[in-house]
Each structure stands twice: as C-alpha cells, then as structure tokens.
C-alpha cells in the first residue's frame, strides 16, 4: 500500500531560495512491515565537522503514523543541494529508535539509497541524492531493514 | 519529536558486528558440487557430508542390534550443520550448512527418530528468493542481499539445549532459536530479556547442578566485546556484564567451576576493516599467547587474567577448583587453528587428507592462586569431551570423549572414558567403516556413582550407508555399546545433542 501524505511548504525553510531554481524532494520509505507505531525520517545536508547521521545535520525531521508499505512525503520548493534520508520504524512508540545491549537497532531502520557502511552507518555521499539546478524533482527513496 | 539521532550514530557504529560474515576469500564461483559428488563415489567416507534428500524425515520402530536398557527413557536431540547444498550451490565450510535438529525418542525399549531443517528466517528467505542469499561462516556469495544484524545469518546448526521446559536450537554468532519439541519447528529467536534481542549466545552454556544457566557470547565489532549471562534455573535473566576484550575473536566454548566462569582466549584475532569473510578476516597471532580470564559467578566485575602458551580448541570437559583457589580445567587443544581454516573446508570439496590430524589433543591447565599457570598437553587427539551433568563445575573423576585408535586414523574413530585419577583409559574401537559423533553421558536413576549411567549417541556406518544410536554402559564402554538402533539412512555429521528425560 502507498500512502501519499500532503507535506508542508518548505519555503520558509529555505529562505535564501530562489524560487526559480527549487523543485521538489520526494522522500520514499519503502518497506514498512507493520502499522504499529510511527515512522520517524530526517532530511540530512553536507555539514561541515558532522559525522552522518548525526541530528546536528538534518534540516528536517517528522513522524507520522506507521503504514504498512511505503511512506511517501513531498517537500515542495527546495532549493538545489544534497539531500540524504534517514528513517526509522518506533514500532512499540516510546519515541526512540530501541537498541540492545550492544547498540544494534532492534527497530527497523532505512537510508537513503539504501546505503550500508562496512563496520557502521553508511556515508553521506552514499545515502545521498541531489537535485540539480533546473530539476523538478528528485526522489531519496530507502527500504527499511528490520 | 525528533528522532533520537544521537542513539542511530550509536547504533550504527556497532553495525559493523554484522558487517563481517559477508566477504570471504573463497569465491563461489568455484562451485564444490560436481567435485564432492565425483570425491563421494570414490570415498564412501564423505557421506557424512552429504546433504540429506529431505528437510524433514522420521523412523518409527528402529531395528535395534543388542539389549537396549528399558530403564533408559526420555529424548536425545542433536544439532549440526546439513544444508550443505541447496538452490544450486554447495558451502564452501563444514559450518555454513543450516542445522538439522533431530529428536531420538526413547522408551520401552523402542527407538524412534524424527528430524527437520530449521527454517531460520535466513533459510525461508534464501527458499523464497530460490537462491542462496547470505554469505556464511566461510563461504562467500556473491550479490547476497543486504546484512542487517547477525540473526539475518543465524542458521541455528551447532547444539540444543532442553532448559527449563524450552528447546533452544544453539548457533554462536547470534541468538539462540526457539524450537516447537514436538514438531522440531523453528519458532523465533529467543531474547533472555528487554536489550538482549539478537545479542550473542554460546552454543556450550553450562548448567550447574541446581539448574542455573551460565552462558556468554562473543560480540566482535568495532569494540570487541565478551558478553556474560547469568540465568536462573527458571530461565530468568539474574544479571549480565559487557566485557571489553582487545585482540579478540571467536570463542567456542567456556567452563565453569563453582565460583567463577574460565575464558581460554586463543590468540585468533579477529582484524577489523578486512573486507573478507567471518573466518578469513581472523588472523592467527601466536605471539599474543593465549590469555585465559576467570570471572566471579557472583560478581561479575571481579576479573583475573593467567597466560598461556599459544593453542587453539574447540571443546572442554570440565572446570573445578581446590580449597586455595587452584583452578583445573581441560581442554581438546591444537598448536594453532589450522583446523578451521583448513581441514574443515576442505572437506567440503571431498578432500579428507589431513583432516584428523588436524584435530586436538587431549590437555589440562592448572591456574594456581600466585598467578602462575600450566599447561599440559597429552599426545591423545581427543574432541567431543562430556562429563556427568552432576559433575558440571565439581572436581569430576571421569571424563568421556572421541579419540583415535591408531595413528593412521583419518578422525575420531573411538569412544574413550579418561580416569583422571590415575591416567586410566577405557577405550572402544568402532573400526573401519564407522565415524562415532558426540556420545553424551545420561546418569541412571538414584546413583551416586559418578560413572553410573550410559552413554547416548550416533554413529555413522558409511560402509552400509546407514546411522545408528549408540547406548553404552559407561562403567564398561570397552564392551561396546549395549545396543544399537539402526536408522534405515545415513545422517550428515553433526556437533553437538543432549538428553532429557521427558520431552524437553
């Protein structure tokens, strides 16, 4: 099942933007198991001295109720750039991404491109899309892993 | 809410445990079928290895040979690799196959045999992809499908364990497996508690006498780690520790005395940041020693560390201590771990030279009160040791293994009972024509003989194609077995079983 959720303007986000060079980014989070709880994405740009996934480089995050499928969410007027997708499934929703005792997510979880890091999380560049100057759109799409 | 982001860089630094099983050395490409099949026709040896016709297969009514003891009651079950081929692809390693468990029922002087293949959540998603998925133990496969944790390669093959009314399929890497103990079906990973979903378990826990459970895993990672679990008889959780172990890798088996938990840590090193396989990214450091890390049963911060010369082992037998604190313990020990890297790969492929002179010998360290420790190493290849389960963690007199018969032999080829008193050794000889597997000791009712008991296990007779359940009086094993219940086929070579009387 895809669920389409209507999203906010961005435009006050992204105040330096110029209209005519912003298009829209499409989050896709596929492979959700289970309409338990909610899903929780971050929007995440190059930042200088931030390890990816770190919070301190996301210009976005939001939850919303857990669909079974994929969880689709249109920004609308962003501006060019990179842009990396981080996601995770609360599935009991205590509003944090479980681990056990040696820190494995016990939750599902998802990157952008699907990316995975050998001995850790993947890189931004790996987990990342760009949309180009000029594009309409571009899709950061990742399937969750339980 | 913003999604905890500070708990995900966490966890994503210690990804990387279940990072490593997939890149290897061996390529698949180089597909074993054609040449273990053309091997088996030449060396009936190698049914051992052969992947079983069906993943799930009964007798009822074993054509018993011999007097089989009608007080001897209850279920023996085993576990062991056997899924060497499957989807157009045969493993590269002994380990890789997914476990077969099987259930001997026993009662009236009647033997029944029932084995399935565990449809791990690995296995079901390697059956409905039709291709084999995930790279194993030693086997690489190429394009596999992304690794998430440990579990998503837990083939749940090694040993079994009837703990409190539950039957625990046993792997190493990962969690145990619940399984059903009527239908042999795979039920779930089992957790022992809230943060210990997918946290690794031993497949050689060790139970005291009262019941309690003492078990450890080995979690490799970006910080390798030694975690401890301390359970009660009533399967409950009791208390835990994470232990910080530099130069560390995989670790089999421990063993227990009555005050505290012992650690051989071979100097077989797990290496981060190889981009090869679980096995070949561990490399053999004899220069470290072996280190060996005794643990408080009631305390586990209270932590001591002895050396010991550079070995490699897969199995004990026993731990006890004297009233000064002197610990003695045992071990099936090798020069180093060639076996694993080599021998038990190689079979695979059809090639059995070298193969038991690969395995251990027989050996006993001493760890004294001053710091000091010894190590003494016998010439007698042994593996597979069991003691009384009355015994676990108690000075034992007698302690029970497979051993060889002659020098020429290719494997373990006879049951030994070790005196340890005075040296003694019983031994039965199976013969050519016969590979014996783990033979467990099941006390008999209301004995306080130590030896008083039999001893329950399988024996391949590749000559006839054909498996069989061993029962031996373990007071007199040189007689050979009392009896033995012939199944109507061969079962793959397999690890580890146990027994209970009942269902589980």
Redesign the interface.
Same mark, same amino acid.
């Given at each position: 099942m895809k669920t389409l959720l209507s999203i906010l303007c961005l435009s006050t986000w992204f105040i330096a933007a110029a209209p005519t060079l912003a298009g829209d980014l499409v989050l896709e989070v596929k492979g959700v198991r289970s309409s338990e709880g909610d899903v929780?994405?971050?929007v995440h740009i190059p930042t200088p001295g931030v390890?990816f996934?770190?919070?301190?480089g996301?210009v976005h995050?939001f939850?919303t109720p857990a669909r079974a499928g994929t969880i689709t969410v249109v920004f609308k007027d962003v501006p060019p750039g990179e842009y990396a997708l981080?996601?995770?499934h609360d599935e009991d929703g205590s509003?944090? $991404?479980n681990?056990?005792?040696?820190?494995?997510?016990?939750e599902g979880?998802a990157f952008g491109n699907?990316a995975?890091?050998? $001995?850790?999380?993947p890189k931004f560049e790996d987990a990342a899309v760009t949309l180009a100057e000029g594009a309409q759109s571009v899709t950061a799409s990742g399937s969750m $892993?339980? | 809410m913003a999604m905890q982001r500070r708990d995900f860089l966490k966890s994503s630094a210690v990804l990387g445990v279940a990072s490593l099983a997939p890149r290897i050395a061996y390529s698949i490409s180089e597909d074993w079928s054609a040449e273990f099949a053309s091997a088996l026709r030449q060396d009936p040896r190698l049914l051992g290895w052969k992947t079983p016709a069906s993943d799930a297969f009964a007798a009822a009514a074993l054509r018993i040979e011999g007097a089989w003891p009608g007080a001897l009651e209850g279920t023996f079950w085993r576990n062991g690799p056997a899924v060497h081929d499957r989807h157009g692809l045969r493993y590269q390693h002994w380990f890789d196959g997914d476990g077969l468990l099987q259930a001997f029922r026993i009662g009236a002087g009647r033997v029944d045999h029932h084995a399935r293949v565990l449809k791990t959540p690995k296995l079901r998603a390697e059956d409905e992809a039709a291709r084999r998925l995930y790279s194993g133990f030693g086997t690489h496969v190429p394009d596999g499908a992304r690794l998430r944790k440990p579990d998503d390669v837990n083939t749940a093959n090694i040993s079994v364990l009837a703990h409190h009314g539950e039957l625990l399929a046993l792997w190493e890497g990962g969690s145990a497996s619940r399984v059903d103990p009527e239908s042999l079906r795979w039920q779930g990973f089992k957790s022992w508690g809230q943060g210990f979903e997918g946290v690794p378990f031993t497949a050689h826990p060790k139970v005291d006498p009262d019941g309690t459970l003492w078990a450890f895993g080995y979690a490799l990672g970006a910080q390798h780690q030694l975690v401890l679990y301390h359970i009660s008889p009533k399967g409950a959780l009791v208390k835990t520790a994470l232990v910080p172990i530099s130069d560390f890798g995989m670790l089999h088996d421990f063993v227990i005395t009555d005050k505290h938990l012992v650690f051989m840590i071979p100097p077989l090193v797990m290496e981060m940041g190889m981009e090869t396989s679980f096995i070949d990214s561990h490399r053999w450091r004899p220069e470290l020693g072996s280190r060996v890390l005794v643990v408080a049963k009631d305390n586990f911060e209270d932590r001591r560390w002895y050396e010991l010369p550079p070995a490699f082992g897969f199995h004990h037998g026993n731990a006890w201590e004297e009233a000064d604190g002197t610990i003695h313990f045992d071990q099936c020990l090798d020069d180093d771990a060639s076996l694993v890297f080599d021998a038990l790969r190689n079979v695979m492929r059809g090639h059995l030279d070298g193969f038991g002179a690969a395995f251990g010998r027989y050996a006993r360290m001493r760890l004294l009160p001053s710091g000091g420790a010894s190590m003494d190493i016998t010439v007698d290849g042994a593996d597979f040791p069991q003691i009384s389960p009355s015994h676990v963690g108690l000075r034992n007199r007698y302690l029970y293994h497979l051993g060889v018969a002659d020098s020429e032999d290719w494997y373990l080829r006879s049951l030994v009972k070790r005196d340890l008193d005075n040296d003694r050794l019983q031994t039965f000889d199976f013969g050519t024509g016969k590979i014996p597997e783990e033979h467990v000791f099941v006390p008999r009712q209301a004995s306080e003989q130590e030896d008083a008991g039999w001893l329950v296990g399988t024996v391949l007779d590749y000559q006839h194609g054909i498996s069989g359940l061993n029962v031996f009086n373990a007071q007199h094993i040189e007689d050979g077995p009392l009896a033995t219940a012939w199944l109507p086929y061969p079962l793959p070579l397999g690890f580890h079983g146990c027994f209970r009387s009942g269902l589980v």
């Open positions: 929780y994405a971050g390890k996934p770190a919070e301190e996301s995050t939850k981080t996601a995770f509003g944090e $991404m681990v056990n005792a040696l820190g494995i997510p016990t979880y699907d995975t890091g050998f $001995m850790g999380a $892993m339980y | -």
